[in-house]
């Protein structure tokens, strides 16, 4: 069997992967153009390198495992027609990014922005308006591994959580699952509104100003999931127009933020530059779940751990 990586590894994780299956072939080649793409029966890869030329050229391909949670960039539809095997990483960023949406949240809520402007001025003043979680209420938006361990930590602090996917199914972590049909009405309830929806046909701009809206003018909405789950520009009037009170983002609807973006100069938002998954332990991760599956794969199991389903997206 022969597996190409797409990406980086480091020396001793390659050694590692030989000692573990002797009897499959490793190749290591970042420009996927520049590998016999043919001869391979599976692609390890972040994904945005599949390209339909790709495929055409990967005759032996029966399995793609995609480094990262998203599949959006790549050509489902043709992958499925082929019968391609899709495996993701779904849930390796739930550490990091769970961790990242905590320390938004506590920095907002005990005014750490404020203070260090305050230290920069040299200025003593004890006036700073700051809140605590217990007792707030957050509602999420895809409350799956990642989603689940950030409720797992805000329930650490006493809040209140809603998880909000299709189905209303009970969720871990969450005080109550709702559906989506359900959001609207439900809105006015949270302090926090936290998404970390993938990009699918049915969550593009889910969020309309119908949204905004309903939520409390003091809300801090925060997307951590995908950009296009809002136009920009319809989230730009809402906080300019005090419907939300902060937005914290992390992605956005064309990345990267351009510098004539309005968000930029708004005092209620936190810009973070699609970071909040980053880690030193991601290709550690990653390696696991690629490990685990390979042995399945080599017994004939195709029944991987976080199958995609390419018509669904995820």
């Not at 520049?34 to 599949?50: C, K, P």
Request: proline content about 4%.
């Amino acid at each position: 069997m022969n597996v190409l990586f797409t990406f980086k590894v480091k020396a001793e994780q390659m050694e590692n992967l030989t000692s573990r299956f002797p009897g499959v072939q490793f190749e290591y080649n970042n420009e996927i153009e520049e590998a016999q793409i043919d001869e391979f029966e599976v692609i390890v890869t972040y994904g945005g390198d599949i390209s339909s030329a790709v495929l055409k050229k990967a005759t032996s391909l029966k399995w793609l495992m995609v480094a990262s949670a998203g599949v959006e960039k790549m050509p489902l539809s043709e992958i499925a027609e082929r019968g391609i095997v899709i495996s993701n990483v779904r849930g390796i960023h739930k550490t990091p990014m769970a961790e990242s949406v905590i320390g938004h949240i506590l920095s907002l809520a005990r005014a750490l922005p404020s203070l260090y402007e305050q230290q920069k001025r040299k200025e003593w003043n004890t006036r700073v308006r700051q809140t605590e979680l217990r007792g707030s209420t957050a509602i999420i938006l895809g409350p799956g591994a990642i989603g689940s361990e950030i409720g797992r930590l805000l329930q650490a602090f006493g809040v209140r959580t809603i998880g909000c996917n299709h189905s209303g199914r009970p969720a871990e972590s969450m005080d109550e699952t709702i559906q989506f049909d359900n959001l609207l009405e439900r809105l006015p309830e949270a302090d926090y509104v936290i998404s970390i929806l993938p990009s699918t046909a049915e969550t593009k701009y889910l969020l309309d100003e119908r949204y905004f809206m309903a939520m409390k003018p003091t809300a801090t909405f925060m997307n951590f999931g995908r950009g296009d789950l809002v136009k920009e520009s319809i989230l730009i009037e809402a906080l300019k127009n005090g419907e939300i009170g902060h937005a914290v983002l992390d992605v956005y609807e064309k990345e990267p933020l351009e510098a004539e973006s309005e968000l930029w100069n708004l005092s209620n938002v936190t810009i973070s530059p699609h970071v909040s998954s980053h880690s030193g332990k991601y290709i550690e991760r990653a390696l696991e779940f690629f490990t685990e599956n390979l042995e399945k794969w080599q017994n004939g199991n195709v029944e991987l751990t976080n199958l995609v389903d390419p018509e669904k997206g995820y």
